[in-house]
């Protein structure tokens, strides 16, 4: 397996915010002290090239952010914060996503874990949202299509909504969209009748829950709703926007799971992929806010994924 960590990720200094700097520390320091840095595979990478970002992001949008992060203009929107370090560190996060589609597609590994920050699904193409600068998972499903794969599914288990995500391939037809997440909730999208339009009617799908939905009910969900969407998009590659902030401690989004829960969530994803795509599965870190259980549910993510 692959395994993307990079202390640059520290630099995207947020002060206070929830989305901090010791989230990933302590993810980092998890996976290490498990052994995982030894078993797996710790590519170096380059930052993602504007012609990656631009292909999900308008131009207008890259060239400010830029700027705002070298004036280390605080807080850009109502939730999402740059310094100096965030543009690198943006950069960063969607150039692993990049490398482990193009090896993954070039056959040397089928599976790989990317510990990146910022988040990235709520990124809009022409807006910062919701913590998130670019859009990590979105950069990672064009780039799969530029490598020749036809066929991609992005499941997002994350607590929140994946907007910004769902924007991007609402319309495309070759990218298939999958979120389980809390609503009402932030940021008030993800209906079910939310199913994309034109070339992308059906490649769509949402499943929101109740905030007192239980762990079992959230597995059940969830398997239905990835299932029955591989079973229309026939992926070669699944994508996985993997938060961690529907752990029962977080302070951010919570609902009722724990560790364990998410590596069953990883079993079905796997199976998933063992399925339609030899196994493929690109796994990037989205939400999770809670500096004890996040690592250890990342934790649990990996076993279950490198097993």
């Known amino acids: 397996m692959l395994l993307y960590l990079h202390d640059c990720f520290e630099q995207h200094d947020t002060g206070s915010h929830p989305e901090c700097p010791a989230r990933i520390r302590n993810v980092n320091q998890q996976l290490r002290a498990a052994g995982w840095t030894e078993r797996c595979e710790c590519p170096d990478w380059l930052p993602a090239g504007l012609d990656d970002i631009e292909s999900v992001h308008d131009a207008t949008y890259v060239n400010q952010l830029e700027r705002w992060c070298q004036e280390a203009a605080g807080r850009i929107e109502?939730?999402?914060?740059?310094?100096?370090?965030?543009?690198?560190?943006?950069?960063?996060?969607?150039?692993?996503?990049?490398?482990?589609?193009?090896?993954?597609?070039?056959?040397?590994?089928?599976?790989?874990?990317?510990?990146?920050?910022?988040?990235?699904?709520?990124?809009?193409?022409?807006?910062?949202?919701?913590?998130?600068?670019?859009?990590?998972?979105?950069?990672?499903?064009?780039?799969?299509?530029?490598?020749?794969?036809?066929?991609?599914?992005?499941?997002?288990?994350?607590?929140?909504?994946?907007?910004?995500?769902?924007?991007?391939?609402?319309?495309?037809?070759?990218?298939?969209?999958?979120?389980?997440?809390?609503?009402?909730?932030?940021?008030?999208?993800?209906?079910?009748d939310e199913t994309g339009t034109g070339r992308g009617l059906g490649w769509i799908s949402n499943a929101p829950i109740s905030a007192d939905t239980n762990p079992r009910t959230f597995r059940d969900a969830f398997t239905r709703g990835a299932e029955d969407l591989a079973t229309k998009v026939q992926p070669q590659l699944i994508l996985l926007s993997a938060g961690f902030d529907a752990h029962q401690a977080d302070p951010v989004g919570s609902l009722s799971l724990q560790e364990e829960d998410f590596g069953q969530l990883t079993?079905?994803?796997?199976?998933?992929?063992?399925?339609?795509?030899?196994?493929?599965?690109?796994?990037?870190?989205?939400?999770?806010?809670?500096?004890?259980?996040?690592?250890?549910?990342?934790?649990?993510?990996?076993?279950?994924?490198?097993?």
């Not at 907007?163 to 008030?188: A, K, L």
């Not at 493929?280 to 989205?286: A, H, T």
């Open 267 to 307: 079993q079905i994803v796997c199976q998933l992929a063992d399925q339609y795509c030899d196994g493929k599965i690109v796994s990037l870190l989205e939400g999770g806010y809670h500096l004890d259980h996040l690592p250890q549910s990342v934790l649990a993510h990996v076993n279950e994924l490198a097993d």
């Open 78 to 192: 109502a939730d999402t914060v740059v310094s100096p370090g965030s543009w690198q560190a943006t950069l960063m996060a969607c150039g692993a996503a990049v490398d482990a589609v193009r090896q993954i597609s070039a056959g040397t590994h089928n599976k790989a874990f990317c510990a990146v920050r910022p988040p990235g699904h709520h990124a809009r193409p022409q807006h910062a949202m919701g913590f998130c600068l670019f859009n990590t998972v979105a950069v990672a499903a064009q780039a799969a299509l530029t490598q020749g794969l036809d066929r991609v599914l992005i499941l997002d288990w994350d607590i929140h909504h994946g907007n910004g995500t769902q924007d991007t391939f609402y319309d495309h037809g070759q990218v298939g969209f999958f979120s389980i997440h809390r609503s009402p909730f932030y940021p008030g999208t993800g209906a079910a």
